[in-house]
């Protein structure tokens, strides 16, 4: 025996993650400065350090030795606290145990159990997860319910728990027991007892992936609409982001330990401050549904820390990143943070007072799926299942049916609720006085509402234009084109235009949606490092920390993204705004539509300008040269050492430079890029990742091109059988000979395409204008066409293809306004167009 365990102990101490060691340490501390600190310097800090009544007087974090050695520089008193396991560690079911144990179950209960690998670790250990319901290869229209545990690796009760608890169903289903079959007929059912199992194998500090990610503070942030993808280093994450839009999960858990507390969203929202309430929309259900779980777990409703054993999450302490408000705010999936044991690893010994604990708390939590509002969304004439829209009146949340079934599971307390039900092209339906039940049971209570929606009166709009819309004219001129909106259908068709100009060109990123790209001084084609040093001739702001300057002239007009701009803003924090007054010192992902907006930030992050250790930050407007500088110089990270020089210059013909003098300290927790004045668009280079180094320079250029496209007709109603005409008209002036593109933007209330684009192709050349109204008459083996006359023209040249954007090649030339196309194939797709010269 005591060889086995010494063997035990080689496997946990020899399972290095990275070239960094993490453990916990304790640091004591007096107030927020104190955490603001710690999030300045990359520092974990423990979410359960803060008891929910208070500010604590130390905090846990997880460091290695470059962050101890950073707190400890600081004047901190900090100390070690490396985690001990229990003597009975190696009894836990861990990952090989899991996976063996759910084969097992798959085996014995083929019918109603499936053993499924959803990815796989860092370390290539499978991330196992078990399928519970009756039928269990048949998709059904029942709701889809998870539980997860161990996102930390060293926080193991809910392994044992969730454990635990598939084989109370299991063993229950063969009893022939009431609440666990019907938790099997009615449930789609999936467990994932251990999520981060490289952690659990490595033992004491094994809270992060092997890659040393923090998986709860590391999926996508809807707050700042990061686009749901996992980064390289997180296959852990990128396997639940799979798993998820894969299904339809209506209630989900994840279990963790430290702490004795029911935590529900948001864990942050736009404009609440730390240790602040930030209610979900959903936050009266949220709130019982933490308050039943922790009502059933005895020590978690007797907490000392926490009011009936339940926390919002920003009132708590404020994580970006995590699980839970990721499912809440990318699937609808309500999901809730619990902490069931105060020690992250206790002794296995104590497991089964811990499952004496949870265990009706999560049975009745499994329950609690089952009540509220509940049914199919389909056809009234075909009885289809449709993808539509649920809303409750008064929670301003949208669901969605599941298209697949049509199926609808939306949790709500016992109450009385009005809901609204609408699909495109479909009447929508608002049924009132749907009465919501909350008896104790686990037998299903919720109010079945099955709905039917009827096909709507809509419009159906036609285009007499297929492929792109050609027109040409000599530098200096402008030609025309036009075609045609129709509506073949009983419903007005309301329509409107609009125009986009593509960008083109080679950059290193970009272009954005407006059109700008980026490249910087490491392309061989990229903007020369040449420093301008303005600490000479500019003005010194001397700004407090976190502060902002009032708005300073820029000497000049400015357009960007399509605003044009005067003035600028700038903060303390390494970046400046044109429209905004809070650069605050936690750095945002961007875009993002919260506020502020309109931002230049070459280096956003927790800085201070009017530390000791910094000098300061200037600006200086060279408008002769059209030209705006800002300069920061020697400015320091918020209670650090290490000084950043670097600035940004502003020219008047909209282009945006960043250059990098001297960058020291940690340079892996900013933000670098541009956004619009919306929120909705720009360009990120760098969010809390290396990037920025010395002598770099950056180069923003927004492409402006003339708006050489114009309509004489931007909006309009059609009603059935009718059609308008379009004119486009392009404008050659200050456009040299070539090719430009644009898109006309074709917005409508067309249920079926509410959004059509139509390529449009403009030739400054000196050929005659384009024939307009090119009508193709196909026939069995022959295509003939036809066009207006061309004044001056002697020779119509026609060309073909099977791309309507690429791949034309002239077939042949006419000298009247028709031709005959002999060489088509019956059953293809042909696109023509005509161009008219006046060559002898």
Not at 6 to 28: D, Q
Not at 434 to 455: R, S
Not at 598 to 626: K, L, R, V
Request: net charge negative; aromatic share 12%; with cysteine.
């Amino acid at each position: 025996m005591k060889k086995f365990i010494c063997l035990i102990i080689i496997i946990f101490t020899s399972m290095a993650f990275g070239a960094n060691k993490f453990e916990y340490a304790k640091v004591k501390v007096s107030g927020p400065q104190d955490i603001k600190f710690m999030v300045s310097n990359n520092i974990d800090v423990d979410r359960t350090s803060f008891s929910g009544k208070g500010f604590p007087e130390s905090l846990t974090v997880f460091v290695d030795q470059e962050r101890f050695e950073i707190i400890e520089k600081e004047g901190y008193a900090i100390t070690w606290e490396p985690m001990k396991l229990p003597k009975d560690a190696t009894d836990f079911r861990y990952n090989e145990d899991i996976g063996d144990s759910m084969l097992v179950w798959q085996n014995r209960y083929p019918d109603i159990c499936k053993r499924i690998q959803i990815g796989t670790s860092v370390q290539g250990r499978p991330l196992w997860v078990l399928k519970i319901t009756d039928n269990i290869n048949i998709e059904e229209a029942e709701l889809e319910m998870k539980f997860v545990s161990t996102m930390h690796g060293d926080e193991v009760t809910g392994v044992e728990m969730e454990m635990y608890m598939i084989e109370d169903i299991l063993n229950g289903y063969q009893a022939n027991n009431d609440t666990m079959r019907f938790i099997v007929d009615n449930t789609e059912l999936y467990v994932m007892p251990l999520m981060n199992p490289d952690g659990m194998a490595y033992g004491p500090g094994g809270r992060y992936n092997a890659n040393n990610i923090d998986l709860n503070r590391d999926f996508p942030e809807g707050l700042y609409s990061e686009p749901n993808v996992a980064e390289a280093d997180e296959p852990e994450i990128d396997a639940l982001i799979n798993w998820s839009n894969d299904h339809n999960f209506v209630l989900s858990t994840n279990y963790h330990g430290g702490a004795l507390v029911a935590n529900y969203g948001y864990d942050i929202d736009t404009g609440i401050s730390n240790y602040s309430y930030a209610p979900a929309p959903d936050d009266e259900h949220l709130t019982w549904l933490a308050y039943n779980y922790s009502s059933r777990n005895t020590p978690m409703f007797n907490s000392a820390s926490f009011t009936d054993g339940i926390t919002n999450g920003s009132e708590w302490y404020q994580v970006t990143g995590g699980m839970q408000d990721w499912n809440y705010r990318y699937y609808n999936d309500i999901d809730m943070t619990l902490e069931i044991s105060m020690t992250k690893w206790p002794a296995f010994s104590e497991m089964a007072g811990y499952w004496q604990d949870n265990r009706d708390a999560m049975f009745w939590y499994l329950s609690a799926a089952h009540k509220g509002i509940y049914g199919l969304v389909t056809d009234l004439d075909t009885g289809l299942p449709l993808e539509a829209t649920i809303e409750i009146t008064g929670i301003d949340k949208e669901y969605y049916t599941d298209p697949d079934l049509g199926d609808y599971y939306r949790v709500l307390k016992a109450g009385t609720y009005s809901m609204t039900v609408s699909a495109p092209g479909y009447f929508p339906q608002t049924i009132n006085n749907i009465v919501v039940t909350d008896d104790t049971g686990v037998f299903k209570e919720a109010t079945e509402v099955n709905v039917q929606l009827l096909i709507g009166a809509n419009p159906d709009i036609t285009l007499s234009q297929t492929d792109t819309l050609r027109i040409s004219s000599a530098p200096g001129s402008t030609g025309l084109n036009t075609f045609n909106i129709g509506n073949i259908d009983t419903e007005d068709l309301i329509y409107s235009l609009s125009i986009a100009y593509p960008q083109g060109g080679k950059a290193s990123g970009g272009p954005d949606t407006f059109g700008y790209t980026w490249k910087d001084s490491d392309e061989g084609d990229g903007p020369v490092y040449a420093w301008e040093d303005i600490t000479g001739t500019g003005t010194a702001l001397n700004l407090s920390d976190d502060q902002e300057s009032s708005p300073i002239s820029l000497g000049f007009s400015v357009n960007f993204y399509g605003t044009v701009y005067n003035s600028i803003v700038i903060g303390d924090n390494g970046a400046a705004t044109f429209t905004g007054t809070d650069l605050s010192s936690t750095n945002p992902m961007i875009p993002s539509g919260s506020s502020p907006n309109a931002i230049i930030a070459p280096f956003w992050d927790d800085m201070d300008a009017s530390s000791n250790s910094s000098d300061n930050i200037y600006y200086y407007s060279d408008a002769g040269n059209g030209k705006f500088i800002i300069q920061w110089n020697q400015i320091v990270n918020y209670s650090g050492s290490s000084k950043n020089t670097f600035e940004i210059i502003l020219y008047q013909d909209g282009r945006i430079v960043f250059q990098y003098n001297s960058m020291n300290g940690i340079l892996d927790a900013c933000t670098v890029g541009i956004e619009s004045n919306t929120g909705l668009d720009g360009l990120s280079l760098a969010y809390n990742s290396s990037y920025v180094k010395n002598n770099l320079a950056i180069e923003f250029n927004p492409n402006f091109l003339p708006q050489w496209l114009s309509l004489d007709t931007v909006s309009g109603t059609i009603i059935q059988s009718g059609s308008d005409m379009v004119t486009a008209t392009a404008d050659a002036t200050d456009l040299s000979y070539g090719s430009y593109y644009a898109d006309i933007i074709i917005s409508s209330n067309d249920p079926d395409e509410s959004i059509l684009m139509l390529p449009v192709k403009f030739m400054v050349t000196d050929l005659l204008s384009s024939p307009v109204n090119v009508i193709p008459n196909a026939a069995t083996s022959s295509c003939s066409l036809s066009w207006d006359v061309v004044s001056g023209a002697t020779v119509y040249k026609v060309y073909r293809s099977t791309d309507p954007y690429a791949g034309f090649v002239e077939i042949g030339t006419s000298g009247i306004n028709s031709y005959i196309d002999n060489d088509v194939l019956t059953g293809n797709k042909y696109f023509y167009y005509v161009t008219a010269d006046n060559s002898k």
